[in-house]
């Protein structure tokens, strides 16, 4: 039988890619973005998720957004100039731990390079891609459409934060649920996406 994609606790790490500063007024509906992330860092933190984060060519393109406070929740902050997360330092913290994750939630930009890039190297890793739909963005909104296609193609489970957050728990009796629950009394950011189409004959 094939993976059905379950999140769960104890096997899964969060990935941020690349949410930098200079991206803030050139990415598509980047608000949500940085909204999603920081629930799901929450989330990651409340929950003991190990939390991953990289910063593409930060020299030219600025840090991670002040929102996400990344320094203060994980000391797993990478530099990179390659597009893919997956560089020497981040393979050493990902599979070098003794806790090599089964699954992988994963939120950043841009959708169609450095997300779908590491996506498509976790995937050859066999390891469980959950691509955060309201978490990831591009500049056009036809590039994130397609990278979404193109990396479920490939294996990778497609979910929104909540979705993500509430399937972790799985129960209104987990000891966090109250708390994690709080995170969505807001209305989020617009995401977005257009409406997803129903399948043939449904």
């Given amino acids: 039988m094939s993976s059905v994609g379950r999140l769960v606790t104890r096997s899964t790490t969060l990935l941020v890619c690349d949410i ?3 991206f ?7 608000p949500a973005v940085v909204h ?3 629930t799901l860092i929450s989330c990651a933190k ?15 393109l600025g840090t991670t957004v002040p929102e996400l406070d990344i ?3 994980t000391n797993h902050v990478f530099e990179k100039k390659q597009f893919s997360m997956l560089t020497p330092e981040v393979r050493d913290v990902l599979f070098g731990s003794g806790r090599t994750p089964k699954s992988v939630v994963l939120v950043g930009i841009e959708a169609h390079v450095c997300v779908q890039q590491t996506a ?4 050859e890793h066999g390891i469980d891609v959950h691509i955060v739909a309201d978490g990831v963005s591009s500049q056009r909104l036809s590039d994130r459409i397609m990278a979404i296609e193109r990396m479920r193609q490939s294996g990778v489970f497609v979910t ?12 209104a009796d987990h000891s966090s649920f109250k708390t994690l629950s709080m995170l969505f009394h807001n209305w989020p950011p617009e ?10 004959n449904s």
């Fill in 36 to 38: 999603s992330s920081k």
């Fill in 24 to 30: 803030r007024p050139l990415i598509q509906n980047f």
């Fill in 160 to 171: 929104t934060t909540e979705s993500a957050v509430f399937e972790l728990m799985r129960s």
């Fill in 191 to 200: 995401c977005g996406l257009p409406p997803v189409s129903p399948a043939p």
């Fill in 46 to 60: 409340e929950l003991q998720i190990p939390i991953i984060a990289t910063e593409q060519y930060s020299k030219g």
């Fill in 71 to 73: 320094r203060a929740q």
């Fill in 120 to 123: 498509l190297d976790l995937r």
């Fill in 20 to 22: 930098q500063e200079r």
